[in-house]
Every structure is written in C-alpha cells, then in structure tokens.
C-alpha cells in the first residue's frame, strides 16, 4: 500500500471515528437541552461536605442575569452513592428550612411524593437535571431521560431555591452557580 493511499484510509477511519464519538456526546448533550434551546452556562461549582466532594452543579439559562421568570436548568452530577431516599429527605429537609411558612403535611407529603417519582438511587457519574418552568413547575431528567414532570410552581421555586436562594446552605455555591464573584452578593 502507498503512503497516500494508506493516508486517505487513515484520514477516512480518523473521521468515521469523530464522527462515531460525536454521535456518541450527543445523546448525553441532548437531553434537556431542547427545553432550553438558548441555553448557556451561567455557572458551576462542587458541593463538598466535610471536604468530600459530593457532586457538582451546574447552572444553564438563555437569560443574563438570571430571574425567576424565565426558564433555568440546574444540573447536578453525583461523585458519590445516594439513595434514592437519601435524596428526598435532604431535600425536604432543606425545603422546610427555607421555606417562610412551613408547608403543612399534605403539601409535604406531595413533594415528597413528586420527589420520589423524579430521583433514582445515583452512583458517581449519574447526572439529574432539573428545569425550571415558571409558574408552571419542573421537569426532571435522570442521565439524560424524561423522569417526571412535577406541575407545581410552590414545589418548583421550594426546590431551587435549596441552590439559588440567598438562605441556601452553600453560599460559595450559590455565587459560582449565578457567576458571580466571591465578594459580591
């Protein structure tokens, strides 16, 4: 075989190869994407607890500076072994904590329900994304797949709010989710 047919095979198997990687990223870059077609990232950051780095978030919305009137997705990609449970409390938890006036039981118990139906047991690497619709509700995605729809502006804006509030646990988080510096707030 001459050199220039051998380079011609090599240049033809080099970019079936990119072009089967690039089928490949796009399923992972697909999936909530079309419910955020303008999407950009704001920001990201890892939540560490103790300094083990439980996940990393990421932030993604079509508008600058970010309100809560226009659609957002906050992307979590889990470092560590969650159960699904594990998931639900901590977020009730934190969703009770922030809240004006505590939800009564039956709002609790529905969140918790929704929550159930969203969230899967996570290992490292396992992403969960949710979008925010305003007034509206969220919808959540598990690795890339439709999990659950959850029609309930108060759920919606109660949950994200465990990130994005001023309140929230994590206010280094918080400012690298929303871009902005560490001083400012």
């Known amino acids: 075989m001459n050199v ?9 198997r080099l970019s079936r190869g990119w072009l089967f990687a690039l089928v490949l990223a796009v399923p992972a870059w697909a999936d909530w994407h079309p419910a955020l077609p303008d ?11 103790f300094g083990v780095n439980l996940y990393t978030a990421r932030l993604w919305s079509a508008g600058l ?4 009137d226009q659609p957002f997705a906050l992307e979590l990609t ?4 969650f159960s699904r449970e594990t998931l639900v409390e ?25 929550m159930r139906e969203a969230f ?18 969220c919808t959540f995605f598990v690795d890339g797949q ?5 029609e309930d502006p108060a759920f919606a804006r109660a ?27």
């Not at 500076?65 to 809560?68: G, I, N, R």
């Not at 938890?93 to 004006?100: D, G, I, L, P």
């Not at 899967?120 to 509700?137: A, E, F, K, Q, S």
């Open 4 to 12: 220039a047919v051998a380079r011609r095979f090599l240049e033809h």
């Open 39 to 49: 999407g950009r990232l704001v920001g990201s950051g890892d939540f560490t607890w």
């Open 65 to 68: 500076p970010l309100t809560w």
């Open 78 to 81: 889990y470092h560590r072994v």
């Open 90 to 114: 901590a977020s009730l938890k934190e969703m009770r904590r922030m809240a004006e006036a505590r939800p009564d039981e039956s709002t609790l118990q529905r969140w918790s329900s929704e």
């Open 120 to 137: 899967v047991d996570v290992r490292p690497g396992m992403r969960i994304t949710g979008i925010y619709h305003p007034g509206i509700g």
């Open 146 to 150: 439709l999990r659950r729809r959850v």
């Open 159 to 185: 949950f994200f709010d465990i990130w994005l509030d001023p309140r929230t646990r994590d206010k280094q988080l918080r400012q690298q989710l929303l871009g902005m510096d560490r001083a400012a707030d």
